[in-house]
């Protein structure tokens, strides 16, 4: 019998498996993953930022765990030798409006920890001569990463510590006693006297498949991005985002420069019929029934047809997306878009269409699932697996 089986090989899964054992070195922990190597959907589906904790609700878990991350990646790239970046995020105001929410903005970063600096136009256009604003807020903090790199790291220190990493073990059942777990898996029977569950896009089915009923749907939205075409990717010093509308529930297409050299735009917010659908079209009949039978999904697009329907339009025009990206790059041209793989984000939904806005975590006696845990959790993947270490931990 294992101590602990960790279901999910994404970097929060991988992240807590690495973390127990740092706990309790003596202790049996195994990984379970159903794709053929780790870090295979939202883990190495992204841009690579690593966020300084600017949106989120003072006081939530989210806020804290980034800022929490946002040393721990950076201290944890430096000491595994991956790339790491701090080009510093500059969130750029094209409006009186958005110039308004920008220092509302700026007050919620400041109550979160950050420090920032106010830009005014001029100031904007000399260190970033390719971008265009009324105004801007620049966070020296955020960085970028290459969160494959870390994923795969994190693998290889589960296994130096005595763990191991099974990989083609999709999970088929889960059956908790008084005493311990049982977990059919890639047909092989594994038991255990804890169970933690990190299961991203599939995180509602396993909590089902665990006996509970979850009180969220996991909705999987694609998030497409652009490449930028090298002569303008020179251009771009920072990361820049807009500024996000306080009524969407994300953040808006923005530009990242990668630790590759590369630049790219994006990611939009397009909901799919594929929970792990990462080609445009991609339709997965049980995924659509599930996203397209639950209530909540209709209330949601109730709630936000409009923006809906836009982002949809961009997802099918290039042009559509680029108007987006040339409100604060105003050169940048269709041609500049070059294709580049799309990522899936895990966003729980519940009954009502309301967006699960924090990371959320269920407890069973003897299980704990990681049920919501969208960005920034790739940042905050060391700081989650501690908090879940301590609750698993703590009886």
């Known amino acids: 019998m294992e101590d602990v089986i960790v279901v999910g090989g994404g970097i929060v ?71 790491l970046a701090t080009p510093g995020k500059l969130v750029v105001a094209t409006s009186d409006d958005e110039v308004h929410r920008l220092r509302a903005l700026r007050e919620r970063a400041t109550t979160n920890g950050l420090t920032t600096e106010w830009l005014g136009a001029g100031e904007l256009r000399r260190r970033e001569p390719a971008i265009a604003g009324r105004a801007a807020m620049l966070v020296p903090e955020t960085g970028v990463t290459d969160y494959r790199a870390v994923t795969r790291t994190l693998a290889r220190l589960v296994a130096d510590a005595g763990g191991r990493v099974l990989t083609g073990a999709a999970v088929t059942s889960v059956h908790e006693t008084r005493d311990a777990v049982t977990v059919v898996a890639g047909g092989q029977v594994h038991r255990a006297r804890r169970l933690v569950v990190c299961a991203g896009l599939q995180a509602d089915r396993l909590l089902r498949l665990a006996g509970v009923e979850p009180d969220f749907r996991v909705v999987p939205f694609r998030g497409e ?130 967006l699960v806005d924090d990371f959320l975590l269920r407890r069973t006696g003897r299980s704990l699932h990681v049920c919501n845990a969208p960005s920034p959790a790739a940042t905050s993947a060391l700081p989650i697996a501690d908090l879940v270490v301590q609750r698993l931990l703590a009886d």
Request: charged fraction near 25%; glycine fraction near 10%; proline fraction near 7%.
């Open 13 to 83: 899964g991988l992240a807590t498996a690495w973390r127990l054992l740092q706990a309790r070195p003596a202790d049996s922990v195994v990984v379970l993953e159903k794709e053929t190597e780790v870090g295979r959907h939202q883990s190495g589906h992204n841009s690579g930022v690593i966020h300084s904790g600017v949106y989120y609700q003072p006081g939530s878990l989210k806020a804290r765990l980034c800022r929490a991350g946002l040393r721990a990646t950076k201290d944890f790239c430096r000491d595994h030798g991956i790339p």
């Open 225 to 354: 991005y652009y490449r930028v075409a090298p002569q303008r990717a020179e251009q771009i010093r920072h990361l820049v985002y807009p500024v996000p509308d306080p009524r969407l529930p994300f953040l808006g297409v923005h530009v990242t420069p990668g630790v590759d050299g590369s630049v790219t735009v994006g990611p939009n917010a397009v909901p799919g019929l594929a929970r792990e659908g990462y080609r445009k079209g991609q339709v997965v009949w049980r995924d659509a029934v599930d996203a397209l039978g639950y209530p909540g999904t209709w209330r949601l697009a109730r709630r936000h047809w409009r923006s809906g329907l836009a982002e949809a339009r961009n997802s099918l025009s290039r042009r559509g997306y680029l108007a987006a990206v040339r409100r604060y790059w105003p050169d940048l041209t269709v041609e500049d878009l070059l294709p580049h793989e799309a990522g899936i984000r895990a966003q729980a939904v519940r009954h009502d269409g309301t």
